[in-house]
């Protein structure tokens, strides 16, 4: 069986992962030109059910590595004043894993065929069932299944199921992240705060590695290469609604909306790495109306975006992955195992969906307590 897996993001990359342990060919398509093109390192929050499909599609050689390269949250929730009085809590965290989007990426990577530049426009199923991708300036490719991992635009679900497009929530945030120094250690004590200010609302959590990336794969996994970074805090701040941010800088329009703050909050933001701060919005899919499964399905949050807030996109996306692995490795035929593995995603994808809307008014300015 041969698989085109369109998006080398988390989910995609995880698919192509258990796949290729399973000795199923699976091509791995790129829009971005380059795989470090743009901002991609963020702490992300584990719970079992990610962290145990991941471990499901990685080689067991690299599990060591994988358990080094984490951090560990645990603690309360504090919500804390702009001068940093703690004036409430939010429900407490339950212990996490937490990993850097960039560094778990770089190992999903490892060893894969992944094609970059190469933006799906869209494909056609051939008389003999198989799928054609076609791309932006490159030759199409021919697969029995084709996999759409292409987040929350998906090329793939624009065809496949034209009328579950995205909702804009209206909810605009800046999010950073500050190289982690003794000034900043008792800012992101706890498993993470939110400080709630004048119409914004600033959460900080700290990444923690248990081993420095690169050190770890030196160590454990010389094949692996792992990116050269150390403990951060990652800053998100959550503006008014449908903002824009103009000429600012994500650091400018962060610290314009902080006067009178803690100095160390201040200096948190201007210590920032430029390079990975930016603006985004929220948006969300919901699963709509099933399709009649064929050699074509979509995963993550092609199919199921949620709000960061709700903390499980990464989670339910890895899910998937090592869902449609088991379902194509032990189901006979391919259209069964679609079918059976779409039949649990869109329940369990549509409940994740709804949980981070939930959990959204907790974070957002309006809803401050
Ligand atoms: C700030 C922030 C914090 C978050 N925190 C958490 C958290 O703590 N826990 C959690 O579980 N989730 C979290 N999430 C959500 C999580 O990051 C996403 O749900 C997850 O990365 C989705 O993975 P994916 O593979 O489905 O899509 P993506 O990671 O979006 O990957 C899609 C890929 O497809 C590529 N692509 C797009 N269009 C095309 C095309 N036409 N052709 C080819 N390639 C294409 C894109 O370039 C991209 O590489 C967070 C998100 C954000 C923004």
Redesign the pocket.
């Known amino acids: 069986m041969r698989v085109s897996v ?7 990359l995880c698919l192509a992962q258990g796949l290729r342990g399973a000795g199923i060919e699976a091509k791995v ?4 030109a380059e795989i470090t093109a743009r901002f991609q390192g ?5 719970n079992p059910v ?1 962290f145990d499909a991941l471990r499901g599609c990685l080689p067991r050689r690299w599990h060591p590595l994988l358990d080094a390269v984490v951090g560990d949250a645990h603690g309360e929730r504090l919500i804390l004043d702009p001068r940093l009085n703690r004036i409430g809590e939010l429900e407490p965290g339950r212990d996490a894993i937490v990993v850097d ?1 960039d560094v778990l990426r770089h190992l999903l990577l490892t060893g894969l065929t992944v094609h970059t530049g ?4 869209g494909y056609d199923v051939l008389a003999d069932g198989r799928v054609e991708a076609r ?1 932006a300036g490159r030759d199409p490719a021919v697969a029995d299944l084709l996999v759409g ?7 793939v679900r624009s065809v496949l199921s034209p009328r579950t497009i995205p909702t804009d929530t209206g909810v605009r945030f800046v ?1 950073g992240r500050t190289p982690l120094t003794e000034q900043f250690t008792g800012l992101s004590r706890a498993f993470g705060s939110k400080i709630a200010g004048d119409g914004v609302s600033l959460l900080l959590g700290a990444m923690r590695f248990r081993t420095p990336p690169r050190e770890a794969a030196e160590a454990l996994a010389p094949e692996v290469t792992l990116p050269d970074i150390h403990d951060y805090v990652r800053w ?1 701040m959550i503006l008014p609604p449908n903002g824009s941010l103009g000429t600012e800088t994500p650091q400018e329009a962060a610290l314009s909306r902080m006067p009178g703050w803690h100095p160390d909050l201040c200096a948190l933001i201007e210590q920032s790495d430029p390079d990975n701060s930016t603006l ?1 919005s929220i948006r969300v899919v919901e699963p709509g109306q099933r399709w009649t499964p064929g050699p074509v399905t979509l ?4 199919i199921h ?2 709000s ?1 807030t709700g ?7 890895l899910r998937d992955a090592d869902l449609l692995r088991r379902a194509l490795t032990t189901t006979p035929t391919l259209v069964d195992a679609v079918d059976d593995y779409e039949r649990h995603m869109f329940d369990y994808g549509a409940e994740a969906v709804r949980l981070s809307l939930g959990a959204l008014p907790a974070y957002t300015p309006q809803n401050q307590q």
């Open positions: 369109i998006g080398a993001g988390l989910g995609g398509f790129e829009r971005d963020y702490r992300l929050m584990l990610g989007r190469a933006a799906l426009t791309f991992a292409d987040g929350v635009n998906s090329a999010i998100a985004l995963l993550g949050d092609a975006a949620t960061p903390g499980n996109g990464a989670n339910t996306a």
